[in-house]
């Protein structure tokens, strides 16, 4: 408890801008190291000199592979992986905040396999009805829906306990996975193939089409969840006295729960379930710079993004010509971060759990 | 439709202007009539303590006043409004609530939550007073000295005091504090009673739920005293501080004696000596 109070009274208001700009710095970083990263290299400043010349900033063009590699493979990627990871942290932090509860993640309380269910369907069933958008569309319907169904199952008497909320979200993966298998089972073999791979995680077949078939759900999310920002830190009081300060709280749960939903399908539509970047990025700034969600809420995004960009340049580059999937990779260095948070929830730190 | 409008602030009522009222109300909780037929009325420069045993209803009639609870009949007027006609947001400018259980999800700092207190009025004209109304409030509930320390690190007497700083903070005329001294020792209750009586003198309307007759006997202009969900007297300590009525409500005999040097009402029950022995 000493230690606590020790880092909360030794936390200055710089501490959020430092962080933040630290964070953006280091992911445009990673996202330059990424763009010239893999089997063909492009040296960091032909990356940059690209960048400009597209963009009518000077600059000079890439011989015609260069070119190719880096519009058409890397960069579709690391856009994919910036709107994926922002997506998922700012989910994770608005969760948590929703359910004043910090193991709430869409991955851990089924919202990303219930996202999921609807990405699988759209395959399996070879739907088609809104074009590039359809899984995106259909991926948001079943997880609003799972959301819903976790929220309404999972609070009693304007609480969610730990305990509660993880066995609704077991029961909620068990069933989402059985409709999962269920599609699988109705599937021909090109689409089981292509739901199993995308199951797994992984930004590898990412192009221009499929960023913009994600990009509305993730902007919107991402653009109106810092609104809430100060709403969500009330909540924290409980729901009766944030209500006396005045917030609407049925409107920002209803609000929050449709962000959620938007952020959690933009990123499952593309990627599959990748586990635990929600989890662990809110946490970890939480740690750090302290709970207020005016910054956790957009440093989240900026930390998932970070985050994601970073693994998928390790997941591609660390077993080399293979590819690791993203999922994987996320779960593996994931879980124990989980296990840790488990046994200090036990440990019963200050009753915030 | 996501920014706050602005509002018109609420004026400074003239003292004597009733802030909270209720007439003939009943509050139904689970099948259960909890209150039934209560009237009461709170005026800007008063305080008013609400007393009664377990269950008689002080913290139901108080969630009712602070529009937490639906009245099943009678009404609820604040500010002299309806209360079912007040928006969140300008409910918040004009009544503060102390819940009776200070709870926090996250490991604010006792600052920030303070600070919460002035949330309602952000986009305002008042947001310039957060910083003085932080400081103030966190002066006279003595908290200042563990400002940055979390919350959640603190002992119950101490949460107690920082969530009744949260309600000072918000400088709403209405106050309502359900049990603020519960879980203070000796020297914090007084604290706590005065800085209401200084916030009745500044102009507020205070109400406040107590277990501690003397509290509201020290303090109070006024006590309503609730007996199975019915107000069973209401007026200034020295008339309901009455050993038949009391002795009846609290199912226990009291004395009620006169203190010898300022003469205000003391309570105190009736014990067979300190003859334990069988």
């Keep these: 408890m000493s230690t606590r109070a020790a880092t909360a009274a030794a936390r200055p208001r710089t501490v959020p801008v430092v962080l933040g700009a630290a964070m953006t710095a280091a992911l445009v970083l990673a996202c330059l190291a990424s763009a010239g990263t893999g089997a063909y290299d492009i040296p960091l400043g032909d990356v940059v000199g690209s960048l400009l010349h597209r963009t009518g900033l000077g600059g000079a063009e890439l011989d015609r592979v260069g070119e190719s590699v880096l519009w058409n493979v890397r960069l579709p990627r690391v856009v994919l992986a910036l709107l ?25 309380i089924g919202v990303s396999m219930g996202s999921a269910v609807g990405a699988v369907a759209s395959i399996a069933l070879g739907l088609g009805f809104l074009g590039t958008w359809t899984v995106s569309a259909c991926a948001f319907v079943s997880g609003l829906v799972t959301v819903l169904a976790v929220y309404a199952l999972s609070r009693s008497g304007g609480r969610t306990e730990v305990v509660t909320l993880l066995l609704t979200g077991i029961a909620m993966n068990a069933f989402a996975g059985a409709l999962i298998g269920l599609g699988v089972f109705l599937a021909d073999n090109a689409q089981v193939s292509q739901i199993a791979f995308w199951q797994l995680g992984s930004l590898a077949q990412a192009t221009w089409p499929k960023v913009l078939a994600v990009l509305p759900c993730a902007v919107a999310g991402l653009a109106v969840a810092p609104l809430y920002a100060r709403r969500l830190d009330l909540l924290a009081l409980g729901e009766r006295p944030a209500r006396h300060l005045g917030v609407d709280v049925e409107r920002l749960r209803l609000v929050l729960v449709l962000v959620v939903a938007l952020l959690t399908a933009a990123a499952v539509a593309v990627a599959g379930v990748v586990a635990f970047v929600g989890l662990l990025v809110p946490h970890l700034l939480r740690m750090v710079a302290g709970p207020g969600h005016r910054f956790l809420v957009p440093g989240s995004a900026v930390g998932g993004a970070l985050v994601l960009v970073s693994a998928d340049l390790a997941a591609r580059t660390a077993v080399q010509p293979a590819e690791l999937p993203l999922g994987v990779l996320t779960a593996l260095v994931g879980s124990p971060f989980f296990f840790v948070l488990l046994r200090r929830a036990r440990r019963g730190r200050g009753g915030w759990m | 439709m996501l920014r706050r409008r602005p509002r018109p602030l609420p004026q400074n009522p003239p003292p004597g202007t009733v802030l909270a009222e209720a007439r003939a109300l009943r509050v139904v909780l689970a099948g259960r009539t909890v209150l039934d037929g209560v009237g009461i009325g709170v005026r800007a420069g008063e305080v008013v303590a609400l007393v009664g045993p377990n269950g008689a209803g002080k913290s139901t009639l108080l969630a009712a006043l602070a529009r937490d609870l639906p009245a099943a009949g009678g009404r609820v007027a604040i500010a002299g409004r309806p209360a079912a006609e007040w928006g969140a947001a300008e409910l918040a400018l004009r009544r503060a609530v102390l819940p009776q259980a200070a709870e926090l999800r996250f490991p604010f700092t006792v600052e920030e939550v303070v600070r919460m207190g002035r949330a309602p009025w952000a986009g305002t004209g008042a947001e310039e007073e957060d910083d003085a109304a932080v400081a103030e409030a966190m002066r006279l509930t003595e908290v200042a000295g563990f400002a940055p320390r979390p919350f959640s690190a603190l002992s119950g007497g101490e949460r107690a005091r920082v969530a009744l700083a949260r309600v000072l903070a918000q400088r709403t005329p209405l106050l309502l504090l359900d049990e603020p001294t519960a879980a203070l020792d000796l020297r914090h209750q007084e604290l706590v009673l005065r800085v209401c009586r200084e916030r009745a003198a500044a102009g507020c309307a205070v109400v406040v739920v107590l277990h501690d007759l003397g509290l509201a006997g020290a303090y109070a202009d006024r006590v309503a005293v609730l007996h199975e969900g019915r107000i069973a007297a209401d007026g200034p300590p020295s008339a309901v501080f009455e050993a038949e009525m009391i002795g009846r ?15 205000e009402p003391l309570v105190l029950p009736i014990r067979d000596g300190r003859n334990f022995a069988p």
């Design chain 1, 84 to 108: 994926v990871g922002s997506s998922l942290g700012c989910a994770g932090a608005l969760t948590q905040g929703v359910f004043g509860n910090p193991l709430a993640e869409p991955a851990v």
């Design chain 2, 249 to 263: 409500v609290y199912g226990q005999p009291v004395e009620v004696i006169k203190h010898p040097a300022t003469g």
